[in-house]
């Protein structure tokens, strides 16, 4: 018998039909759909062990961990938001579905910018820590991405203990994600002007005079 999904949600059958971007078939039995991986062919795994190594396989290669750090009129100045996404073409997309009906969370949508590029995404801590965390765990990657993981699930842990929450707590974070992906090489804002802004923000605090009546 093969497994069969049946992956869209109310929301995600909204959305695709709203966009206009309902022009293939993503309610599917494995065993109807192959994965096309450079020439070579490979069926998606039946069984739910060999499944989850193969998606952990497919993540290694088209998922990433990423942290964004941008500015924003909170705590410090700046928000740490990190999230889990694996790319896909459209013609292949049912595989993201795949991701999203196994980890029970996050959502798939388009690649902003690129309509032909889907992506999975999951942005939400606690999914993070509870469900995909624990996943890659138990069905680990290797290499580079392994290291990425890592510093991701210590990142991950320390927002959800509410560490940066603390100056001492938040430059920590920061030190850690721009260890992350080449040392932050790619990143809108240098470490320097991060840390450099939390530096004038604690002075400003500190210069600001307290008003008649405050304790």
């Not at 795994?45 to 499944?51: F, G, Q, S, V």
């Not at 795949?98 to 959502?107: A, N, P, S, T, V």
């Not at 605090?205 to 307290?210: F, G």
Request: aromatic share 12%.
């Amino acid at each position: 018998m093969a497994i069969c999904w049946n992956p869209c949600s109310e929301k995600d059958e909204e959305y695709h039909t709203r966009n206009g971007k309902k022009d293939y078939d993503i309610s599917m039995t494995i065993s109807d759909k192959v994965l096309i991986a450079g020439n070579q062919q490979e069926r998606v795994p039946r069984d739910p062990e060999n499944l989850h190594y193969y998606l952990t396989g497919f993540a290694d290669g088209e998922g990433s961990f990423t942290i964004t750090i941008h500015r924003h009129p909170v705590r410090f100045g700046w928000v740490i938001d990190p999230m889990f996404q694996v790319y896909q073409h459209k013609d292949n997309a049912f595989i993201l579905y795949i991701f999203k009906k196994e980890l029970q969370c996050g959502y798939v949508s388009e690649k902003g910018g690129n309509p032909s590029c889907f992506v999975y995404c999951v942005d939400k801590i606690q999914q993070l820590k509870d469900i995909v965390i624990p996943f890659f765990e138990k069905y680990p990657l290797v290499g580079e991405k392994y290291e990425n993981f890592s510093l991701f699930r210590e990142v991950v842990n320390r927002l959800s203990e509410r560490k940066h929450f603390t100056k001492q707590g938040f430059t920590k974070i920061v030190r850690l994600c721009f260890r992350m992906n080449r040392n932050g090489k790619y990143r809108r804002n240098s470490l320097e002007t991060i840390l450099g802004s939390l530096e004038k923000s604690s002075e400003t605090i500190r210069q600001t005079p307290l008003k008649t009546g405050m304790i």
